[in-house]
């Protein structure tokens, strides 16, 4: 069982396609890392940021994010900076533990099938998924402050090009694919009759 759901999630990342608006500019050389995130419901992140830009699509159900511009992020008490987050639960906060939250701007962003989200780097952010199962993708990528409008002139872009056909310029993602090749090798072999 475990060989065909690897195999069904490598067959399912080479089906994710990088939005039109990513294929130019730039940021094709800038991918950072592609992340599927699968949930039964009722799970949720603690309130964090990335070093990343960072782009959130739901392919599947439903997502609810509470998003603060960098610029307020100084109300937050990241009580776990070294690991670029905040113990606080942003759906019950305890004003006496956390009094800067009292007054913080921020949004509250619902993502439905189809919808994306781009958060740039250092935006602290929370995500729930409350409404059953949900499917998302997020891409991240390396901050930059140019954007190369000339390569969108001289680029055809694509109604769909898949994340797999572009290189990571993260070093953690040819360990993770070679770990999945392994394993996909090594499950292989031991249920040959399953492929």
């Not at 050389?29 to 419901?41: C, V």
């Not at 619902?110 to 740039?120: A, E, S, V």
Request: hydrophobic content about 40%; proline content about 4%; charged content about 20%.
């Amino acid at each position: 069982m475990t060989a065909i759901l690897m195999l069904s999630l490598v067959v399912f990342v080479g089906d994710v396609g990088l939005l039109k608006c990513l294929q130019c500019g730039g940021f094709t050389r800038l991918i950072q890392d592609a992340i599927i995130w699968y949930s039964s419901g009722d799970t949720m992140s603690v309130l964090h940021f990335d070093n990343v830009d960072n782009i959130n699509c739901v392919l599947d159900g439903r997502k609810e994010l509470f998003v603060v511009d960098k610029k307020d992020s100084h109300h937050i008490d990241f009580d776990r900076l070294e690991e670029g987050y905040s113990s606080v639960d942003v759906t019950n906060v305890d004003m006496l533990k956390y009094p800067g939250l009292r007054d913080i701007p921020y949004f509250w962003v619902d993502l439905f099938p189809g919808d994306c989200l781009y958060l740039p780097a250092g935006w602290p952010h929370h995500v729930t998924s409350s409404c059953g199962r949900s499917l998302a993708v997020n891409v991240w990528f390396a901050h930059s402050p140019w954007f190369d409008a000339d390569s969108c002139a001289e680029t055809e872009l694509s109604e769909f090009k898949a994340l797999t056909q572009y290189p990571y310029s993260s070093s953690n993602e040819h360990l993770r694919y070679m770990k999945v090749c392994v394993i996909l090798i090594s499950c292989s072999e031991r249920f040959q009759d399953v492929f």
